[in-house]
């Protein structure tokens, strides 16, 4: 089975900080994608890649940015933390659409 | 662009009862269809897939669903309910032209009653 690991399960930062969120999988996959997950908001894309360098903004992308320097692993990056970045953050990898996504077990980041 | 509509936020079931969660979509061709399921404090685990074939599919954990093209709809399924089903269940749509994302539903929580 494809594994997805998120670095961390629960972070806690202060306003203003840099924040990295990491994800690696384990299966040569070439896309990957960033969700972050809010009550009532289901998941919203923040960023994705489909190869290593490439990236493309999703639906969410202010406040954040992303580094896939290797094929395993997609970074999501927090340039100064603010406290509407409180949530729920998903990594998920897929070989092509039909095959679905697989997800990590996400980060519970929460902001001070 | 596609979408997804998850109409009920919540619902509720008793444990042996059956269970229907509804999802529509919208796309202007047969998209890639797919339930998720996630527990509290996890991520989402695939249930069931749906791309071409038999509209009725089955998944695991005794989950099915069956794809309606005429309603747009994918109603996800489960003939009697146990306790350990209570969970946050995603409906997702994909396309398979251009690059390849899916778009998710805002998801139904399901709360299982004795």
């Known amino acids: 089975d494809v594994k997805v690991t998120q670095s961390s399960r629960y972070l806690v930062k202060r306003t203003g900080e840099k924040v990295f969120l990491e994800c690696v999988q384990d299966?040569?996959?070439?896309?990957m994608f960033w969700y972050r997950q809010d009550p009532g908001l289901g998941l919203r894309l923040i960023y994705f890649?489909?190869?290593?360098?490439?990236?493309e903004k999703g639906d969410i992308p202010e406040g954040y940015s992303v580094s896939r320097e290797k094929k395993e692993r997609f970074s999501l990056i927090l340039e100064s933390a603010s406290t509407n970045q409180t949530s729920m953050y998903l990594c998920?990898?897929?070989?092509?659409?039909?095959?679905?996504?697989?997800f990590g077990s996400g980060t519970r980041l929460t902001v001070v | 662009a596609q979408s997804v509509t998850q109409p009920d936020i919540h619902i509720t079931v008793s444990e042996g009862a059956s269970l229907e969660l509804r999802c529509n979509y919208s796309?202007?061709?047969?998209?890639?269809l797919f339930w998720y399921v996630q527990s509290p404090g996890q991520g989402l685990q695939l249930l069931l897939k749906y791309f071409s074939g038999d509209t009725l599919v089955q998944g695991i954990k005794g989950f099915e669903a069956e794809f309606k093209r005429s309603q747009s709809s994918f109603n996800l399924r489960k003939p009697s309910v146990h306790w350990s089903d209570a969970a946050e269940y995603f409906c997702?749509?994909?396309?398979?032209?251009?690059?390849?994302?899916?778009?998710f539903g805002t998801g139904t929580r399901l709360l299982v009653s004795p």
């Open positions: 796309y202007g061709a047969t998209p890639y």
């Open positions: 890649s489909y190869d290593v360098k490439m990236k």
């Open positions: 997702a749509v994909g396309t398979n032209t251009g690059f390849q994302k899916l778009v």
């Open positions: 299966m040569d996959h070439e896309n």
């Open positions: 998920a990898s897929s070989l092509t659409t039909g095959h679905g996504y697989t």
